[in-house]
């Protein structure tokens, strides 16, 4: 039985002729395993094993997929490995995959659930679907989430006047 996975990043398109492709890592300073796991089209897990990394080009070659044909096969799939693998964080400190469909609490209401997160920019901000339909932005610092809690998938927040009328 497999342990609980985790995307932790993406495959892209094909690149040169023997069989590389373009990826992506979403956490900062995590190697890849030798075995990592894709969906297939029937969205089951299977195993991949990697013959060659290049971080710094952005390339990931796979045992048996020697061709851009065959590597194609693969393509444009997210890449899961064992959370269990995944490194230790601090205290106050989450992986995105934990926050996305978080409940959202204000005075202890319910108001919405996290949709994403956006780091595009120096802060980031939390993207909530509230339960009045709406989309709003909220930066993710101390001074409006107030409390996180991953096992019961909540946090609270305070959020700045006027917030609510967005």
């Known amino acids: ?86 490194p230790k964080l601090g205290e106050d400190e989450f992986y995105e995959f934990q926050l996305i469909g978080m409940d959202v609490y204000y005075n202890d209401k319910l108001i919405g659930k996290v949709e994403k997160i956006d780091d595009r920019l120096s802060q980031a901000y939390l993207i909530i679907k509230c339960t009045d339909e709406k989309t709003r932005h909220l930066p993710f610092i101390n001074e409006f989430v107030k409390d996180v809690n991953v096992k019961e998938n909540k946090m609270q927040i305070t959020p700045p006047e006027g917030w609510f009328s967005l």
Do not use: C, W
């Not at 956490?27 to 969906?39: A, D």
């Open 1 to 86: 039985m497999k342990k609980d996975l985790i995307a932790i990043g993406k495959i892209h398109g094909t690149h040169g002729v023997k069989g590389n492709l373009k990826f992506e890592i979403f956490v900062k300073n995590f190697y890849l395993p030798e075995e990592i796991y894709i969906k297939d089209e029937e969205n089951e897990l299977q195993p991949l094993n990697i013959e060659t990394v290049d971080r710094k080009k952005g390339l990931i070659k796979f045992k048996n997929y020697d061709t851009p044909e065959k590597a194609k096969e693969i393509s444009h799939r997210l890449i899961y490995v064992p959370e269990d693998l995944l």
